[in-house]
């Protein structure tokens, strides 16, 4: 295809707010990338700091990964996972997962993306409170502000305005409490224990006006991703936890974005310290390489859906592309990797570099709080961080930042009036001045 066809051809582009320039300029096109960089059609260089979508985790043009997913291309391009059928790759991970992951026993079930893992979370909890005899169980709570995917049940579960206006969403039966966004909610001299008990209490209220019987889930990101990097206030997670089991309703801990060492640890959940009932994970399971997501549900869970099996017939839920045997094999080497070459604890070690050196920001004048932890960070735009008068929600600063830093060769996002950093786990500490160097001076730019 021609250079021209390329910029007059292309499919819809998510999300967007200007259709129109966009049709008059066409998208800007990425040619290739290596490591922690990307080239553009016109050969430019970007320093990637936002890991594609919070997913590349080992960078670009890994020759290791690609050399598997050929491999695995070449031994059986696919195999499917329905009607008692599977594959060594699929099992493999599967077990592997249940190794690692921070649940006492769990099962796992293959998706493909994000979106359809918190689906399968969505359906999984109305399948087993309608097979334990316990159909009122069904509504699940959610966060002002999360992210947790776009199809209609998931896009249900996301609190953000724009992913809700027009579809219709969310559905009946999601219900959304307070996110514990600190920095914006607090009132004057509220503490993070006093704010964190204070939503807490609201949720308490919703969950006894609602009826606690009536409730099946909360869902919830350890760090509030494309809501604006929101990190857990002091205490929130475990107060929430205790909670949650007072009233029997199931933690669905989203991991999409946390999950395989983005907060220093394996799991967002051991950052924060507070243990799931299930898990979704997607991204940096296969380090974007190849689309994969995972649930992770108890055993007990699991041996209700056999029982109800049993008296009602087939489990009918499923994706041709569950398990993907060249997603599954993708995931295995990029697990393999993350082991091998201590990618968590290296990530842990330079997140704090890069969180000390993003520090420097806090008294930047556009800048009224920097927040993050190991390897994802935001910096919250502010007019005056004192009095919290922010820039309009829409994000005008925000992308104002983003168009310097794209002029300066870097790539980050804007969630509003946050700008989000997240950069590949293995960017060395050079690149990580680059990154800082080149963020300082779009700020600057954008005054
Ligand atoms: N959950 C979280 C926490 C996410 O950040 C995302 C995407 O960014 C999703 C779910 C949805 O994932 P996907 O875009 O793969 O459907």
């Not at 299930?278 to 190849?290: D, E, N, Q, V």
Request: hydrophobic residues 40%; charged residues 20%; aromatic residues 10%.
């Amino acid at each position: 295809m021609s250079q021209k066809s390329l910029h007059n051809h292309y499919p819809i582009v998510p999300p967007t707010s200007n259709f129109k320039l966009m049709e008059e300029n066409g998208p800007q096109i990425m040619a290739r990338g290596k490591g922690v960089y990307q080239w553009d059609d016109k050969g430019k260089q970007y320093l990637e700091g936002m890991a594609g979508l919070w997913c590349t985790s080992l960078g670009y043009g890994n020759g290791e990964i690609a050399e598997t997913a050929a491999e695995a291309m070449r031994t059986m391009g696919f195999a499917h996972m329905f009607s008692g059928k599977s594959h060594e790759a699929g099992i493999r991970l599967a077990e592997k997962l249940e190794q690692m992951l921070p649940m006492d026993d769990s099962r796992i079930f293959f998706g493909v993306s994000g979106s359809d893992a918190n689906d399968t979370q969505v359906k999984l909890m109305r399948y087993y409170f309608n097979a334990i005899g316990r159909p009122d169980k069904k509504k699940i709570i959610s966060r002002h502000l999360a992210y947790h995917g776009v199809t209609l049940a998931s896009g249900s579960l996301t609190g953000i305005p724009v992913n809700h206006a027009l579809f219709d969403l969310p559905l009946d039966g999601f219900l959304h409490t307070d996110s514990p966004f600190y920095f914006r909610d607090a009132m004057d001299e509220e503490t993070e224990e006093d704010f964190t008990n204070r939503i807490l209490e609201n949720l308490d209220e919703l969950i006894q006006r609602e009826g606690p019987d009536t409730i099946a889930a909360f869902i919830a990101e350890p760090i509030m991703g494309a809501g604006g990097v929101i990190l857990p206030p002091e205490g929130y997670f475990p107060k929430l936890r205790a909670l949650l089991d007072k009233y029997d309703i199931f933690l669905i801990d989203d991991e999409v974005i946390c999950g395989f060492g983005r907060t220093g640890n394996a799991f967002g959940c051991e950052t924060f310290d507070f243990r799931p009932d299930t898990m979704s994970m997607a991204k940096a399971l296969t380090s974007a390489y190849m689309p994969l997501s995972a649930v992770a549900i108890p055993e007990s869970m699991y041996q209700a859906m056999i029982d109800a099996t049993a008296e009602h017939g087939v489990f009918g839920h499923g994706f041709t592309y569950s398990g993907h045997p060249v997603s599954c094999a993708v995931a295995l080497k990029v697990l393999e990797i993350y082991e091998r070459d201590n990618v968590f604890a290296y990530a842990a070690k330079m997140g704090s570099y890069l969180q000390q050196k993003l520090q420097h920001f806090s008294d930047h004048p556009l800048v009224g709080e920097v927040r993050g932890t190991g390897m994802i960070a935001g910096l919250h735009l502010a007019k005056d961080k004192e009095t919290k008068s922010f820039f309009d929600p829409a994000g005008t600063a925000g992308a104002k930042v983003i168009a310097a830093c794209v002029d300066n060769g870097l790539i980050l996002r804007n969630l509003g009036d946050v700008i989000a950093i997240c950069p590949p786990l293995v960017i060395s500490e050079a690149e990580i001045d680059e990154l800082v160097d080149k963020l300082g001076k779009s700020l600057d730019g954008a005054l």
